[in-house]
């Protein structure tokens, strides 16, 4: 991990500027999920994982209550990442297929994952100024990643977030042009590429809006793009 990662990282860990992600993520992790009693929850905000290194950005909505919540590492430990994991696997972006904890072994080859929010919030449904609230920390993640070529925005909240970290950093003038849709595709003006996908929840992937050959043809453009020199 890079010094400039692993500060920022510190200090997303350590934050507590939106008092009601404060309360509800602790209050989680405090009551539990029956099926999860004996698990002691992470219950702070997120941090991004993957690789310093990586040419691919993953950009999700928020940690889910009994997901990254309890896990504390993306999409780890609830049926999105069940979802995305084997996909990521599949493609070569992850060592392996599954995603139970933080000690799992897992391991990002040219990915890294974070959100636009890092603390779940309650159902799923951040406020705009929480999603500001996050933002700072958004910006000095893809500064950080210097490599960087290719952003996947799982979702519309996440779509929204990279463009207006591009709006802030004077790279668009307006979000007007970029529309959200499945499979979406914009070349930014600084040359990196924007890539849309409906988000892997189970909203998306149990009602066939998201299926597994819709995502995998995603990831499947998303490699061929982070390979091209």
Request: charged share 25%; proline share 7%; hydrophobic share 40%.
């Given at each position: 991990m890079s010094k400039a990662l692993t500060i920022l990282n510190r200090q997303v860990v350590a934050c507590r500027l939106c008092p009601r992600l404060v309360v509800y993520r602790e209050k989680i992790a405090r009551e539990k999920r029956k099926a999860y009693l004996n698990w002691e929850y992470w219950g702070k905000p997120v941090p991004g994982f993957g690789d310093p290194e990586a040419r691919v950005l993953i950009l999700g909505l928020a940690p889910g209550a009994h997901g990254s919540n309890r896990t504390g590492r993306?999409?780890?430990?609830d049926a999105s990442g069940v979802f995305m994991y084997p996909?990521?696997?599949?493609?070569?972006?992850?060592?392996?297929p599954t995603a139970l904890d933080r000690e799992d072994g897992l391991e990002?080859?040219?990915?890294?994952?974070?959100?636009?929010?890092r603390c779940a919030p309650p159902d799923n449904k951040p406020l705009p100024e929480e999603i500001?609230?996050?933002?700072?920390?958004?910006?000095?993640?893809?500064?950080?990643?210097?490599?960087?070529?290719?952003?996947?925005?799982?979702?519309?909240?996440g779509f929204e977030a990279y463009l207006s970290y591009a709006q802030r950093s004077g790279r668009i003038q307006s979000k007007k042009e970029y529309a959200f849709g499945h499979g979406a595709k914009y070349e930014m003006p600084d040359g990196k590429i924007l890539l849309a996908s409906y988000h892997?929840?189970?909203?998306?992937?149990?009602?066939?809006?998201?299926?597994?050959?819709m995502f995998l043809g995603v990831f499947e453009e998303v490699a061929r793009l982070a390979a091209l020199p």
């Amino acid at each position: 991990m890079s010094k400039a990662l692993t500060i920022l990282n510190r200090q997303v860990v350590a934050c507590r500027l939106c008092p009601r992600l404060v309360v509800y993520r602790e209050k989680i992790a405090r009551e539990k999920r029956k099926a999860y009693l004996n698990w002691e929850y992470w219950g702070k905000p997120v941090p991004g994982f993957g690789d310093p290194e990586a040419r691919v950005l993953i950009l999700g909505l928020a940690p889910g209550a009994h997901g990254s919540n309890r896990t504390g590492r993306p999409f780890t430990g609830d049926a999105s990442g069940v979802f995305m994991y084997p996909v990521l696997h599949e493609v070569g972006f992850a060592s392996q297929p599954t995603a139970l904890d933080r000690e799992d072994g897992l391991e990002l080859r040219d990915a890294y994952i974070t959100a636009a929010v890092r603390c779940a919030p309650p159902d799923n449904k951040p406020l705009p100024e929480e999603i500001r609230n996050c933002a700072p920390y958004l910006d000095r993640e893809i500064g950080a990643l210097v490599r960087l070529k290719v952003v996947v925005a799982l979702g519309r909240i996440g779509f929204e977030a990279y463009l207006s970290y591009a709006q802030r950093s004077g790279r668009i003038q307006s979000k007007k042009e970029y529309a959200f849709g499945h499979g979406a595709k914009y070349e930014m003006p600084d040359g990196k590429i924007l890539l849309a996908s409906y988000h892997p929840s189970n909203q998306n992937t149990q009602t066939g809006k998201l299926t597994r050959k819709m995502f995998l043809g995603v990831f499947e453009e998303v490699a061929r793009l982070a390979a091209l020199p």
